[in-house]
Antibody, heavy 122, light 107 residues
């Protein structure tokens, strides 16, 4: 059974870069059968899709984040990562990593990591 | 971007009640609609994908329907463990977008 776990600093200063890693266990990240995604949820608010990566070949990002995010894969460690630069207080959120399951053209997020709270503050 | 609107934003219900949550898309999305359940302090969990397909392991009291712009999630008989927030999400096109959530509370 695939499990995902986020890790990274819980506090980031404004204007700096937020860096998070998602470690995948119970399955290979390089199988090519799935996309791998990041989603965030500001405290008390709804969910926002950040982007996803497909086996280092393709990446797709939410335009609302204005070219700030970068998602990459490290197959040797079975991990994928998120970097979000030039952060502000508005980037304070619980960040989730998730696998994107596929059937035909349909896709959905399953499973999810437990989430990690990142606070942007000086 | 495709806007997803859920209603109601919250509701109160009793154990055993039939509960219906609605999600409306800003444009036709065929059946590219997923439903998630989120409990406080936990990650969301998929219940329904492709509008009406029940995820493996999810109780059969959950069902989804709809196509085009209007979708519903129905809980046929609300159980104590179903008190949570429910989110819809469209997978028709990027950027992928979520509804604002519906919080189901105990009456």
């Amino acid at each position: 059974q695939v499990q995902l776990q986020e890790s990274g600093p819980g506090l980031v200063k404004p204007s700096q870069t937020l860096s998070l890693t998602c470690t995948v266990s119970g399955g290979s990240i390089s199988s090519g059968d799935f996309y791998w995604s990041w989603i965030r949820q500001p405290p008390g608010k709804g969910l926002e899709w950040i982007g996803y990566i497909y086996y280092r070949v393709s990446t797709y990002y939410n335009p609302s984040l204005e070219s700030r995010p970068t998602i990459s894969i490290d197959t040797s460690k079975n991990q994928f990562s998120l970097k979000l630069n030039s952060v502000t207080a508005a980037d304070t959120a619980v960040y989730y990593c998730a696998r994107v399951s596929l059937t035909g053209r349909h896709n959905w997020f399953d499973p999810w990591g437990q989430g990690t709270l990142v606070t942007v503050s000086s | 971007d495709i806007q997803m609107t859920q209603s109601p934003s919250s509701l109160s219900a009793s154990v055993g009640d039939r509960v219906t949550i609605t999600c409306r898309a800003g444009q036709s999305i065929s059946t590219y609609l997923n439903w998630y359940q989120q409990k406080p302090g936990k990650a969301p969990k998929v219940l329904i994908y492709a509008a009406s397909s029940l995820q493996s392991g999810v109780p059969s009291r959950f069902s989804g329907s709809g196509s085009g712009t209007d979708f519903t999630l129905t809980i046929s008989s609300l159980q104590p463990e179903d008190f949570a927030t429910y989110h819809c999400q469209q997978s028709y096109s990027t950027p992928l977008t979520f509804g604002g959530g519906t919080k189901v509370e105990i009456k």
